[in-house]
């Protein structure tokens, strides 16, 4: 309210707050209940995971830092801190860019791998049961349409 008295915002309506309510809610409670469960069962944070299920999936298993920190969405310096962590832990490796001599890939090791290959399964389980679940398949559908609207809105230069 202005001093005045007249309000210039667009407050949100009694729907529209219990609905943004709910959604701080879940993305709160959602990635903690993964984390817990991955540190708990693996030794494994859920940024871990991430950083390992990506380098799986990429060519020759090793990824640009850069690309990995955009795909992550992680800044390039708390990659740079996550990856230091992991290799002490054997489970990636830098190597440097033959085409570019400041450039770095993350190379994931066997040890990553095999400690992927380990928490798979059960990480796919919880997300399963506290994410996909508890939806219909249209549900599911909808939210994902909806998640690829709101996140396309988000990119960087929109809005």
């Not at 399963?128 to 219909?136: G, H, K, N, V």
């Amino acid at each position: 309210m202005t001093a005045e008295g007249t309000d210039e915002t667009a407050w949100l309506d009694e729907t529209e707050q219990a609905v943004w309510r709910n959604y701080i809610s879940v993305m709160r409670l959602l990635p903690d209940r993964l984390n817990t469960s991955l540190t708990r069962g693996h030794d494994l944070t859920l940024i871990d995971y991430e950083v390992l299920a990506r380098l799986s999936e990429a060519p020759l298993r090793r990824m640009r830092m850069t690309e990995l920190a955009e795909g992550a969405l992680l800044s390039k310096s708390r990659l740079s801190h996550q990856v230091s962590r992991m290799e002490k832990e054997g489970l990636v490796r830098r190597e440097p860019c033959e085409t570019d001599g400041r450039g770095f890939f993350a190379v994931l090791t066997d040890q990553g791998w095999h400690k992927l290959l380990s928490a798979a399964p059960d990480h796919v389980a919880d997300v399963r049961e506290a994410f996909i679940t508890p939806l219909s398949r249209e549900q599911l559908a909808a939210l994902g349409e909806i998640l690829d609207v709101l996140g396309k809105g988000l990119e960087p230069g929109r809005g």
